[in-house]
């Protein structure tokens, strides 16, 4: 009966260490599966990390953009208040053409009188 209770020891230990190793071979597929999961994780992260980027700088170029739109609508503003004087200049201009056509109408009506009464006169003084 002594040989059993070795064998009985040895057949537990035996079991035991299958137990263990089997665990193991568990355990060890899990971490491969964590690895590759891990794997997958970091490789999303650094598409992730790509777009952020590439919306980052989609916005910087969106931003420089907007203020060269904001500088060209400036510049427009200027030069639409610069026609808008020059019209108002011109305006005022031909206002003061419109009178001074109206003044010479009225000196050439006044010449043409005098020259008519100078006329008139010469003739009374012919023999």
Request: charged share 25%; no cysteine; glycine share 4%.
């Given at each position: 009966?002594?040989?059993?209770?070795?064998?009985?020891?040895?057949?537990?230990?035996?079991?035991l260490?299958?137990?263990?190793?089997?665990?193991?071979?568990?355990?060890?597929?899990?971490?491969?599966?964590?690895?590759?999961?891990?794997?997958?994780?970091?490789?999303?992260?650094?598409?992730?990390?790509?777009?952020?980027?590439?919306?980052?700088?989609?916005?910087?170029?969106?931003?420089?953009?907007?203020?060269?739109?904001?500088?060209?609508?400036?510049?427009l503003?200027?030069?639409?208040?610069?026609?808008?004087?020059?019209i108002?200049?011109?305006?005022?201009?031909?206002?003061?053409i419109?009178?001074?056509?109206?003044?010479?109408?009225?000196?050439?009506?006044?010449?043409?009188?005098?020259?008519?009464?100078?006329?008139?006169?010469?003739?009374?003084?012919?023999?």
């Amino acid at each position: 009966m002594q040989a059993a209770g070795p064998r009985k020891n040895f057949d537990e230990v035996y079991e035991l260490t299958t137990n263990i190793s089997n665990q193991e071979d568990v355990i060890n597929q899990a971490m491969k599966e964590q690895s590759v999961g891990s794997t997958e994780i970091l490789e999303a992260i650094r598409d992730i990390t790509d777009v952020t980027e590439k919306v980052k700088n989609g916005s910087i170029e969106m931003l420089a953009g907007s203020e060269n739109v904001a500088n060209e609508m400036s510049t427009l503003e200027k030069l639409g208040k610069t026609i808008t004087n020059s019209i108002n200049e011109m305006a005022a201009g031909s206002t003061q053409i419109n009178d001074a056509v109206q003044e010479v109408n009225l000196i050439t009506q006044k010449n043409k009188n005098s020259i008519q009464n100078l006329v008139d006169e010469v003739k009374k003084f012919k023999i």
